[in-house]
Nanobody
Framework: QVQLVESGGGLVQPGGSLRLSCAAS????????MGWYRQAPGKEREFVAS???????TYADSVKGRFTISRDNAKNTVDLQINSLKPEDTAVYYC??????????WGQGTQVTVSS
């Protein structure tokens, strides 16, 4: 019943910004852990940013200072504000949520393309 629904991807010029959103639709309880991962063509899926229910955040070194993750525990949503986009940021961005060690979900992904 619970699904992760992502939105906000698109085509942006280098230096531009995007705001990605993810909603844990149908979730009664707020996920303990939520995060964003990305996968570029021909590469493995990699960690981007995460945030715990209490607000603790972690970022990959490649996005520190440019990306900001936030969440709304009441709405069970997580956002990723992406600034100063670079061509190497081009990837499919996936939302991830974990309620406990046995219950977790991945979203379908949203495409972010950075090109002039």
């Amino acid at each position: 019943q619970v699904q992760l629904v992502e939105s906000g991807g698109g085509l942006v010029q280098p230096g531009g910004s995007l705001r990605l959103s993810c909603a844990a639709s149908g979730s009664i309880f707020s996920p303990n852990f939520m995060g964003w991962y990305r996968q570029a063509p021909g590469k493995e899926r990699e960690f981007v940013a995460s945030i715990y229910k209490g607000g603790t955040t972690t970022y990959a070194d490649s996005v520190k200072g440019r990306f900001t993750i936030s969440r709304d525990n009441a709405k069970n949503t997580v956002d990723l504000q992406i600034n100063s986009l670079k061509p190497e940021d081009t990837a499919v961005y996936y939302c991830y949520a974990r309620w406990n060690m046995d219950v977790n979900l991945w979203g379908q992904g949203t495409q972010v393309t950075v090109s002039s």
